[in-house]
């Protein structure tokens, strides 16, 4: 067997890991429950998609049996990264399947086969405007208008807000403000923050990770901040376990969910509630908060200290959630099978019959709502962070 290896190829370091894999099937079901966890093969119904497939992909490019080729990016490119293939395989290099198809999606911008048309422009808005949306980098917190948000040039404490709840899901920044500002906290919000990098990374465009990370951590470092705090699933994801790759100046900086922020004051019992009548909630876990972060009990800590919420859980939960279908650049890749994905969550909310859905993440709320309108549903999708602005003093 002759390995055709590269310095430059991103999957030879993961040569070993990809010979691990024997394609014994156990990613494409929950484990011991057969219930499906792919939405990549539960779409497209053939062996290439699901993860097994892809790391036989890669182990096909390394060997020269196959080349890179815009069939190749399309199936590379078509799985969400949710991770449920991490904890359903029962192999070695389970950990590391995600990473491996984020290795294949790195070769293929390199090789000029990706990202997939949709995705080609985060790249260009972030170098232009530091956002993947083509909006203003100077309407980065137009948001926050009308809102009472600390003016001071140093503190403890920054709200990392993200481009989606910067200027798409601006509900999501504005209660987490309200939140912070009834619990009394002494914490900054930056104009000058930069996308966290996490829309480049999960397509494989590399380039401009590093300076959008040094600029992140050197403005982190000049406004004295020592905790970072984050209503993004994604933006936590990458500060967490994506920066500590790229570099070794994160001494003395903690980031944490804001779902990890507030359970600390409700173990202190420092949150007060409003008095309500009971109402059934059903929380999904988002992808980049549970099984890339393992953070599944803080949201559901917050929700059970709401008086009258009744948490109810879906048959699919925690570390075995079902993807919402928005993440690894499925959104704008592949927009009509992410809603696809999300469709198949709405129903399983809806079995159980919860009146209101909610997660703490906003590609989650994003795609969860769009499959809400699409199938006519009448549940209620709230984010957790307005959820609990509503019902705390």
């Known amino acids: 067997m002759g390995l055709r290896m590269s310095e430059t190829e991103a999957i030879n370091k993961y040569v ?62 078509a799985c969400p990264t949710c991770a449920n293939c991490t904890i359903q395989c029962q192999s070695r290099h389970h950990a590391q399947i995600v990473e491996i198809i984020e290795a294949l999606r790195a070769d293929a911008v390199s090789k000029g086969f990706g990202p997939l048309p949709n995705q080609k422009a985060f790249a260009d808005s972030v170098k232009k405007e530091h956002n993947p949306y083509k ?55 930056s104009s000058d923050e930069w996308c966290c990098g996490s829309p480049l990374i999960r397509t494989g465009q ?57 359970q600390q004051f409700i173990s202190k019992k420092k949150l007060k509630f409003k008095k309500g009548k009971e109402f059934k909630v059903t929380y999904h876990d988002p992808c980049h908060l549970g099984r890339h972060s393992n953070i599944y009990e803080e949201p559901r800590a917050v929700l059970n200290a709401i008086p009258g919420l009744k948490l109810i859980e879906m048959p699919r939960n925690r570390e075995n959630a079902w993807c919402c279908g928005a993440g690894g650049g499925v959104k704008a890749g592949y927009k009509e099978w992410a809603v696809e ?53």
């Open 341 to 393: 994905i999300a469709s198949d969550r709405i129903h399983e909310a809806e079995q159980i019959n919860a009146e209101i859905l909610t997660s703490a993440c906003p590609f989650c709320k994003t795609n969860l709502q769009d499959a809400i309108n699409e199938t006519n549903s009448n549940i209620k999708f709230m984010d957790i962070v307005e959820l609990l602005n509503e019902v705390i003093i």
């Open 135 to 189: 909006e203003k980098h100077s309407d980065r917190i137009k948001w926050a208008k009308n809102l009472a948000i600390p003016q001071k040039d140093k503190a403890e404490i920054l709200y990392f807000v993200g481009c989606t709840s910067s200027y798409r899901q601006q509900s999501l920044a504005q209660k987490t403000v309200e939140i912070l500002n009834k619990l009394g906290v002494d914490y900054i919000v």
């Open 16 to 77: 070993e890991e990809i010979y691990c894999c024997t394609r014994c099937g156990t990613c494409k079901y929950i484990y011991q429950v057969y219930d499906p966890s792919c939405p990549a093969g539960v779409k497209f119904r053939f062996e290439t998609f699901y993860p097994s497939g892809k790391i036989h992909i890669a182990r096909g490019l390394i060997e020269g049996k196959i080349e890179w080729s815009e069939r190749i990016r399309d199936i590379i490119f």
């Open 206 to 262: 590399l380039e401009q990770v590093s300076q959008l990370i040094n600029h992140n951590l050197d403005l982190i470092k000049s406004l004295g901040v020592k905790t970072v705090i984050t209503s993004c699933a994604g933006c936590y994801r990458t500060l967490k376990m994506d920066y500590p790759k790229y570099t070794d100046k994160l001494d003395g900086i903690e980031f944490l969910h804001i779902t990890e922020f507030l």
